[in-house]
Structures are given as structure tokens and as C-alpha cells.
């Protein structure tokens, strides 16, 4: 049972572009989220998260919305640069166990010269 | 520089036979993950502890699957007997026990995997 959903298995965007990946949820219970950021033969590295306090978060070039009546947040990189390719994994917790922590498939993001 | 370290890398190994990963947390965190990577099921949750306690492992095959937490340092994932479904890359993450009253959180820490093929 996927619970956190990422439909997108990969993009493709310009340097200098904004890069806009999606993430669904299900679980009516999550309430914090990550983005985490992974490159290739390396452990996923956190990048980025969002209580369900909140529906925004910026953090440099890298911004994360909520919409919880949406079950969805997305993750935007304004401006885009070609180090940021990789393949970026959603992550949710329940209110009541903060280390069920719930990833989806991930987007791999390739970000062109 | 605080790492989470895996051990193997890499391992090869043939169908029936043992399997064990080992990981070795940050010194003190006190949440050890283990995840595993798929094509179709992006980072799967296997197991995790607690103060060296196992507070959930919902997501392993109980048959062939077991996560143990010797001490402190050392979290292992074993597969008995190994088939080659279980191929994958095999995570271990660490992290502290997160305040949530201000909707704070400690993001996990990832090691670099264990990438198992059984053939």
C-alpha cells in the first residue's frame, strides 16, 4: 500500500528553469514532510521539510508547498542548476509515530546545460 | 565528520545462503532505520529502533528477515535464507527522537547502502 506517491518517475528541465516535483499522500494522519535528495551509489540526504502547520517553506532555492485539503505537496528549485539533478525522494510521518517514516517511489530529475 | 556506515557495499551472493548487513549509526542517535530500495516501491520502511529497542518491523518478510541491535553501534539486518526477490540496495538511517510540539524534526541520516543481488 503506497501511501505517499510520487506519479512522475522522472523530469526534465533547463538550466535556469524552475524544476516543480509533485507529491500525493493518502494518510490523512501524516503531518510533517521531507524532500530528500539523492545521487547515484550515495544514501539520500535531506533537503528540505514542511510541518502541516504550515503550507510553505523556503529554504534558499528550494521552496515546499502544502495543500493539505489536496493531499499533495511539491518541492520547487528556482533556479534550477545542473548539480541538482538526481532523483528526489517525498517522505511523510504520522501525528502519532514520528519515525514511521513513509517515502515515495522518487522523481529523478535531470536538470539540462 | 559523522557518517552512517554501511557494511558491505556490495555483496553477490546465491540463493538459500545468509545474508547479513551491518550498519554502524551516528554516535548518539538513538533511531536506527532500515529501508529498502526498489524500482516500484521507492525506499520501503523494513524495521526500526529505538533506544536499541525495535519499535516496529511491519514492513519485513518475519520468515527470513531480522533486525537486531547489539549495542549502540551496531544495527544488523540479516536475510535467512536469501532469494533473489530480495535483491535491492539495502539502506540503514539514523536520527534523533524528534520534539514535535513546535513541528520541529531531525531529519534521518542515510548510510550509502548495501546493494544485495541473489541469484
Known amino acids: 500500500d503506497q501511501q505517499v506517491k510520487q506519479n512522475s518517475p522522472s523530469l526534465s528541465v533547463q538550466e535556469g528553469r524552475i524544476s516543480i516535483l509533485n507529491c500525493d499522500y493518502t494518510?490523512?494522519?501524516?503531518?510533517?514532510f521531507l524532500w530528500y535528495k539523492k545521487y547515484p551509489a550515495e544514501g539520500p540526504t535531506f533537503l528540505i521539510s514542511?510541518?502541516?502547520?504550515?503550507d510553505k517553506n523556503e529554504d534558499g532555492r528550494f521552496t515546499v508547498f502544502l495543500n493539505k485539503s489536496a493531499k499533495h505537496l511539491s518541492l520547487h528549485i528556482v533556479p534550477s542548476q545542473p548539480g541538482d539533478s538526481a532523483v528526489y525522494f517525498c517522505a511523510a510521518t504520522p501525528k502519532d509515530n514520528n519515525n514511521d517514516m513513509r517515502f515515495g517511489a522518487g522523481t529523478r530529475l535531470t536538470v539540462k546545460p | 565528520d559523522a557518517r552512517v556506515t554501511q557494511t558491505p557495499r556490495h555483496k553477490v551472493t546465491e540463493m538459500g545462503q545468509e545474508v547479513t548487513m551491518r550498519c554502524q549509526p551516528i554516535?548518539?542517535?538513538?533511531?536506527v532505520f532500515w529501508y529498502r530500495q526498489t524500482m516500484m516501491q521507492g525506499l520501503e520502511l523494513l524495521a526500526y529502533f529505538r533506544n536499541r529497542a525495535p519499535l516496529d518491523d511491519s514492513g519485513m518478510p518475519k520468515d527470513r528477515f531480522s533486525a537486531e541491535m547489539p549495542d549502540a553501534t551496531l544495527a544488523t539486518l540479516k536475510i535467512q535464507p536469501s532469494e533473489p526477490r530480495d535483491s535491492a540496495v539495502y539502506f540503514c538511517a539514523s536520527g534523533l527522537a524528534l520534539i514535535r510540539g513546535q513541528g520541529l524534526y531531525t531529519e534521518a541520516f542515510f548510510g550509502q547502502g548495501t546493494r544485495l543481488t541473489v541469484v
Open positions: 494518510n490523512s494522519m501524516f503531518d510533517y
Open positions: 514542511i510541518s502541516s502547520i504550515k
Open positions: 554516535l548518539g542517535h538513538n533511531t
